[in-house]
Nanobody, 120 residues
Framework: QVQLVESGGGLVQPGESLTLSCAASGSIFRLVSMGWYRQSPGKERESVASINAGGGLDYADSVKGRFTISRVNALNTVYLQMNSLKPDDTAVYYC??????????????WGQGTQVTVSS
């Protein structure tokens, strides 16, 4: 099994910054990708940002130029630096990882979610 532990959510004012972190542990043979999704009330979960094993990055159009995803491979940890936060960024943010647990078996795992609220 693979566990994802998130931290860093909270309440901030518009224009402020926040950094989320997610550490993966457990039966990790190889990380395929890690990323962040978010879900606000009444909306579907959406992809925010991801980073693959080769370092390739992908961002939702709504966060390009404001959010930065990065990782520390040795720690199996991914970060999401969120700048210039807007009320529309308010959501529960979920860490996601696609992992090979051995040379042929892979799975998709989710963190428990961390609340980010942007409000004045």
């Amino acid at each position: 099994q693979v566990q994802l532990v998130e931290s860093g959510g909270g309440l901030v004012q518009p224009g402020e910054s926040l950094t989320l972190s997610c550490a993966a542990s457990g039966s990790i043979f190889r990380l395929v990708s890690m990323g962040w999704y978010r879900q606000s009330p009444g909306k579907e979960r959406e992809s925010v940002a991801s980073i693959n094993a080769g370092g390739g990055l992908d961002y939702a159009d709504s966060v390009k130029g404001r959010f930065t995803i990065s990782r520390v491979n040795a720690l199996n940890t991914v970060y999401l630096q969120m700048n210039s936060l807007k009320p529309d960024d308010t959501a529960v943010y979920y860490c996601n990882a696609r992992v090979y647990t051995d040379f042929k078996s892979w799975g998709e795992y989710w963190g428990q979610g961390t609340q980010v609220t942007v409000s004045s």
